[in-house]
């Protein structure tokens, strides 16, 4: 059985996927142990082309999937049926692991029993040539955690990148435990219910001291920054009712708490993607936050109650 499979969900990143690839056969004393996953999302430009390149040279280690356009959770959805590994880890197509670290985790993982292990990991801002780096290792390297406890540490603004698809490896088998119908197709933020599907599931964890991935930002085609979440705010919106439906269902009020503070961060973006949008609102931009509102007031008060974001009764943000 495979170590680690990486499912590398892969949309129009010719530009960047030969470098995302060659992270990972770096090292080939560790591919043996890799089961990676290229899934090629309908892409338009020569990813299909660079990525079955490598599945041929590394047969034993890399496959293609070839599907139509389904956004970046359909991708996902279908890496993970066909993932082979005893861990699982999603990397972008335009994202990369560091070389470096990334065979002494896989070492580690092969005799790992923990639900998650989290590693450090870098930002890498195209817009301004600057690295943020995300170490969660001082003081908790190596040592085992209950899921659960992590409830005490919410209110820690480090948590939810603790918590992230970019620091997780996630064993397989608890990962697809709770996958029920996977995420939905043709949305933005997916990752915020990918997390909630780890948090729901997991029992244990575990932080590494090993740096291994390298999150790219600052391309046009990405959802972050005003416009992008302007322009996808109603994606933002499905996902957070989607979040809220699963709240309301959590019996353990120790991951209850956990989803609640998730979704709270959420609810105030929602509100902010208005209230930073270029321009003055439209008859529709109030519509929809008023209805959205009146929704969240009307049947999650406990939430509502505890944003700091909100429109008042003109339909203003305030």
């Known amino acids: 059985m495979k170590v680690l499979s990486v499912v590398v969900p892969a949309y129009n990143v010719g530009k960047y996927i030969q470098r995302c690839l060659d992270s990972l056969v770096y090292d080939e004393k560790n ?4 089961d990676i996953v290229v899934v090629n999302d309908g892409s338009s430009d020569n990813t299909r082309e660079i990525a079955e ?6 047969p034993g280690s890399i496959k293609v999937i070839n599907k139509r356009n389904g956004g970046h959770g359909s991708a996902i959805n279908a890496g993970l049926k066909v993932a082979k590994g005893r861990y699982v880890k999603i990397l972008d197509g335009d994202d990369w692991f560091n070389v470096f670290d990334l065979s002494m985790m896989v070492k580690k993982l092969s005799k790992e029993k923990v639900d998650v292990v989290v590693t450090n990991y870098k930002r890498v801002l195209l817009y301004n040539e600057s690295e943020i780096y ?5 003081g908790n390297d190596d040592k085992i955690h209950k899921i659960v406890d992590a409830a005490g540490q919410i209110k820690n603004t480090d948590f939810f990148f603790k918590f992230s698809m970019p620091s997780m490896a996630i064993r397989t088998k608890t990962l697809m435990g709770n996958w029920g119908d996977g995420l939905p197709e043709k949305k933005f933020y997916v990752d915020q219910l990918f997390v909630a599907k780890v948090i729901i599931s997991a029992k244990t964890y575990t932080i590494y001291s090993d740096d291994i991935y390298r999150h790219f930002i600052g391309r ?3 959802s972050i920054g005003s416009e992008g979440f302007y322009k996808h705010r109603l994606d933002h919106e499905y996902v ?22 998730q979704i709270i961060l959420m609810i105030n973006t929602q509100y902010q993607i208005y209230k930073y949008k270029k321009g003055s609102l439209t008859k529709e931009d109030r519509r929809e936050l008023l209805e ?3 929704f969240l007031k009307n049947n999650y008060v406990d939430v509502y109650n505890k944003k700091t974001v909100g429109v008042n009764i003109f339909g203003r943000i305030k």
């Open 220 to 222: 046009p085609e990405q």
């Open 53 to 58: 390149k490598y599945a041929s040279k590394y």
């Open 240 to 261: 957070l009712k989607r979040l809220l439906k699963i709240y309301a269902e959590i019996e353990n009020e120790e991951k209850r708490e956990i989803l609640g503070e």
């Open 292 to 294: 959205f509102d009146k």
């Open 31 to 34: 591919i043996k142990d890799l």
């Open 134 to 138: 995300f170490d969660f290792s001082s």
